[in-house]
Nanobody
Framework: QLQLVESGGGLVQPGGSLRLACAAS????????ISWFRQAPGKEREGISC????????NYADSVKGRFSITRDNAKNTVYLQMNSLKAEDTAVYYC????????????????????WGQGTQVTVSS
């Protein structure tokens, strides 16, 4: 059973940076596409970035494109979300999620049903 644990959240000033990590246990991440979602108070959950199982495909929501970067280190069974130029509207609980993707040629998608979810990490952007 795959388990995901997010870390790296915290309080940061506008314009600052954070790097979130999604660490997996119980299974290798080699055959999973990983996505990051976030949910702000009173708002719907938003898919913001994904990376395919091979790392060859990434996608970003328009709201974070050019500021966030997703990478993966399968040797460490971990996916990262580098967040730069943070804004107050980035404040949310950030979740990582996994979906099986056995083909190394497939693209990732934020719009498929994900099978496994982490517990979330809080990111607060405030002066």
């Amino acid at each position: 059973q795959l388990q995901l644990v997010e870390s790296g959240g915290g309080l940061v000033q506008p314009g600052g940076s954070l790097r979130l990590a999604c660490a997996a246990s119980g299974s290798t991440l080699d055959y999973y596409a990983i996505s990051w979602f976030r949910q702000a108070p009173g708002k719907e959950r938003e898919g913001i970035s994904c990376i395919s199982s091979s790392g060859g495909s990434t996608n970003y929501a328009d709201s974070v494109k050019g500021r966030f970067s997703i990478t993966r280190d399968n040797a460490k069974n971990t996916v990262y979300l580098q967040m730069n130029s943070l804004k107050a509207e980035d404040t949310a609980v950030y979740y990582c999620a996994a979906v099986i993707q056995r083909s190394p040629y497939s693209r990732c998608s934020l719009y498929v049903s994900h099978d496994y979810w982490g517990q979330g990490t809080q990111v607060t952007v405030s002066s």
